[in-house]
């Protein structure tokens, strides 16, 4: 079974594969081959707030979410089923979505991906112990790039000085940062990339509900 196969058995999840990588006992994980799997868009959020653990009102829905579904999947390849929840200890997700040649250190510290920029939601992976051939290394699209995410940030909080989280919780709670707590982070949003990419804005605003809690 190829990348090709493990795509079109994530897509009716709305799980698209973020990236991939020939994984060795350096990576923290067993050798083979690595799928990282993120929101398909559009459509993601729609299909999984429709889902049974939206609907019990029990904590955490999206992490329950994706254990059940890309377990699931990983039962289904003969693979194994990790995620970027669940600990301490936790796994090397970000160093694993770099080693993937699709996701790069942005201008403003978080990571850009090839598709999604800066709207980056890796729901888990799946590990498989044969080598798959994989596609080439994409490009950063940050090279050639007007990087509008270094001024988007109304407060400073976010840009190429390192993130000042407390700034950034008091402007989320004033009226002027209402914007970003109920559309997302302007930042985010700034990234050319981030806007073709299609996130529903309530999928957006869910994330920023939790953070800023």
Known sequence: M???????LAAPHFLDIFGAFHATSEDGCAPGTLVLLSPQEPGFWPHITAEPEFADAAADPIDRWSTRVIGAL???LGGTALFPFGGPPYTPFIRWAE???????????????????LMISIRGAVLVSNLLDLPAPSTNPCIGCARPCLTACPVGALGPQPYDVPACHVHL???????????????????????????????TAHHMRHFHN
């Open 2 to 8: 190829g990348i090709a196969a493990i795509q079109a």
């Open 74 to 76: 990983a039962d289904t």
């Open 173 to 203: 709670d004033s009226r002027e940062g209402l914007d970003c707590l109920t559309e997302g982070c302007l930042v985010r949003r700034a990234c050319p990339v981030s806007q073709r990419f299609g996130r529903d804005p309530a999928q």
């Open 99 to 117: 080693r993937t040649g699709r996701a790069w250190p942005s201008p403003v510290g978080m990571l850009v991906h090839d598709t999604a920029g």
